[in-house]
């Protein structure tokens, strides 16, 4: 079938071609009886290319999701490839903490229950999360507005540290400019909590709410 497009289309590309027909490389290198290597390097691409897709992927569900497109299944086989050309996952945490509230800063009140938000730059929620890449994890701070459910500002960042919020509330009070009387609120998190992030919401002049039990509340 390729073999029969390939010489009716010379000018289209093996890859291409198996797109098109909705088959692997690796598998037509199989039918088309290319020595062991040439047929490891075109199942290699393949395996790539789902293990990009779906990083999380271990050599078993990638020889299934191959075998669906016509690669006959060779567990064995898909593991020596993948072990070869280092395209194995490796075992990860399946959570990555974000707060650290073993910390000696000030606490502040929790005000939030006190405040329905009736315009926006009126309440401010910070959160900070975590994405998983391929060398790790990258962090995102960002802050919601209560009124108006929308991002104002954020930031992301290889660690986590105090630089990350403030970068966040940096961006977000540039592109809003909040009037005085801006609530902020956080988590209780050393980042949160840092002293350098309370001097800067003073100096904004904004009231800060930490309050690790009423963040699910607003932020998530």
């Not at 070869?84 to 502040?108: G, I, N, V």
């Not at 701070?141 to 991002?151: G, N």
């Amino acid at each position: 079938m390729i073999t029969d497009a390939r010489h009716a289309h010379p000018t289209v590309s093996v890859r291409r071609l198996c797109e098109l027909h909705d088959v692997s490389r690796s598998w037509y290198a199989h039918q088309q009886g290319r020595d062991a290597e040439d047929d490891d390097q075109l199942l290699a691409e393949d395996i790539e290319a789902i293990v990009l897709k779906w990083s999380g992927y271990g050599y078993r569900r990638v020889t299934h999701e191959l075998s669906r497109g016509g690669r006959p299944a060779n567990y064995k086989r898909f593991l020596r490839v993948m072990r070869e050309r280092r395209l194995l996952c490796r075992p990860k945490r399946l959570y990555q903490a974000t707060t650290d509230s073993t910390h000696s800063e000030t606490r502040f009140p929790n005000l939030l229950p006190h405040v329905i938000p009736t315009r926006p730059d009126q309440v401010w929620q910070a959160d900070l999360t975590y994405i998983r890449v391929k060398e790790g994890f990258v962090y995102l701070a960002w802050l919601l507005d209560s009124f108006t459910r929308e991002v104002v500002g954020w930031s992301m960042s290889r660690f986590m540290d105090a630089a990350l919020p403030l970068t966040a509330l940096n961006n977000a009070l540039a592109a809003h400019c909040p009037a005085a009387g801006l609530l902020h609120h956080s988590d209780q998190g050393v980042q949160g909590g840092f002293k350098q992030w309370s001097q800067h919401l003073k100096l904004g002049g904004c009231d800060e709410a930490n309050q690790t039990t009423v963040r699910s509340i607003w932020t998530e």
